[in-house]
């Protein structure tokens, strides 16, 4: 079975340059996490779905982050415009419920480098 | 605000030692806690996953045990080898936050030959 897969994995951009980030959950997963990691930091999480709902994006800064999960499998995360301090690891990961019993299964994550 | 901590941020043993994890946190209201493996470049690989109702987990040479009136747990690796060598992350999941996990900085850990 293939896991919790995310492209690109790498991606350089200079500031104020549009990006977007895709995430493939694994199959039957309905909930699906959006988490930001920091060098030497443990991830955050940026935003929840279950299936195409948002049900937790507290945390996303909404003026330039948007996201979205059409269909309730993909989903993307975009950021416009990009700044010096996006640079990061952005990491999806996907749980086949959302209750916390689940353990959340991650990608590999995409390594964001705005120059 | 749940705060989780991991002293130390980096270890060093020689391979054969038993490794020693701490992770505290600050509200016991927790439904679980996990600990996660994070090699150099990769994705988090979760190693055990403690219910709060539970003191223990143990996966072959892992065992973590949690300890909530005092906000801690542990995970020791025995016998370690130069494979283990990666960054270790707890994460809890409080009760108020069913799909929120707050995750410590990691202690990273380096096995010698």
């Known amino acids: 079975e293939a896991g919790v897969v995310q492209s690109p994995r790498y991606k350089i951009i200079e500031k104020k340059q549009p990006v977007a980030f895709w995430c493939n959950p694994i199959?039957?997963?309905?909930?699906l996490y959006w988490y930001l990691q920091n060098l030497g930091q443990g991830p955050e999480l940026l935003i929840r779905?279950?299936?195409?709902?948002?049900?937790?994006d507290s945390q996303l800064p909404k003026d330039r982050f948007s996201a979205e999960r059409l269909k309730g499998v993909d989903s993307t995360l975009k950021i416009q415009p990009a700044e010096l301090g996006d640079s990061a690891v952005y990491l999806c990961a996907s749980s086949s419920q959302g209750t916390g019993a689940n353990v959340l299964t991650f990608g590999a994550g995409s390594r964001l480098t705005v120059l | 605000k749940q705060e989780v901590t991991q002293i130390p941020a980096a270890l060093s043993v020689p391979e054969g030692e038993n490794l020693v994890l701490n992770c505290s946190f600050t509200?016991?209201?927790?439904?679980?806690l996990q600990w996660f493996r994070q090699d150099p470049g990769k994705g988090l690989t979760s190693l055990l996953l403690i219910q709060s109702s539970q003191r223990e987990q143990t996966s072959g040479r892992l065992n973590a045990s949690l300890d909530k009136s005092s906000g801690r747990s542990t995970l020791y690796i025995a016998a370690s080898q130069p494979g283990d060598s990666a960054t270790y992350l707890c994460a809890v999941r409080t009760t108020d936050s069913w799909g929120k996990l707050q995750f410590g900085a990691g202690t990273q850990v380096v096995v010698t030959p």
């Open positions: 509200d016991s209201a927790i439904y679980n």
């Open positions: 779905y279950e299936n195409e709902e948002a049900v937790d």
């Open positions: 199959s039957g997963h309905n909930t």
